[in-house]
């Protein structure tokens, strides 16, 4: 059950934790290229606690886990955010997508 819920506290060291930034980095800005300082800078003039989380959580440990490609991952939450009627985050996410090369046979 672990390895779908982890325990809190999962980043348990700097390296470890430094580690995850870069990944969760990584991650987001093969999604937003260009815009992604504008992300973060926007995130961080309200809330650097919710800019970390979001690279730590969502990008990192969530988009960054293994098992789905980020092209089959970005086309998941397109389908999700299509439904949900989210436009502003499902264009971001179709940019993303179209960024990993998905075409839109996918």
Same mark, same amino acid.
């Given at each position: 059950?672990?390895?779908?819920? @982890?325990?809190? +506290?999962? !980043?348990? +060291?700097?390296?470890?934790?430094? #580690?995850?930034?870069? +990944? #969760?980095? /990584? ?20 809330? @650097?606690? $919710? ?7 969502? %990008?990192?440990? !969530? $988009? ?5 490609? $980020? ?11 299509? !439904?949900?009627? %989210?436009?502003? /985050?499902? %264009?971001?996410?179709? +940019? ?5 090369? !998905?075409?839109?046979?996918?």
């Amino acid at each position: 059950m672990n390895e779908f819920f @982890p325990k809190k +506290n999962t !980043v348990t +060291n700097n390296d470890t934790k430094l #580690g995850t930034i870069k +990944n #969760g980095t /990584q991650t987001c800005k093969k999604i937003y290229g260009n815009k992604f300082d504008k992300l973060i800078n926007n995130i961080k003039s309200f809330s @650097p606690e $919710l800019a970390d989380w979001l690279i730590i959580e969502g %990008y990192s440990k !969530v $988009l960054s886990r293994k098992g789905l490609t $980020l092209a089959e991952r970005e086309l998941s939450i397109i389908s999700i955010l299509t !439904v949900q009627k %989210y436009g502003s /985050q499902l %264009y971001s996410h179709i +940019n993303g997508a179209s960024r990993q090369k !998905v075409s839109e046979k996918k």
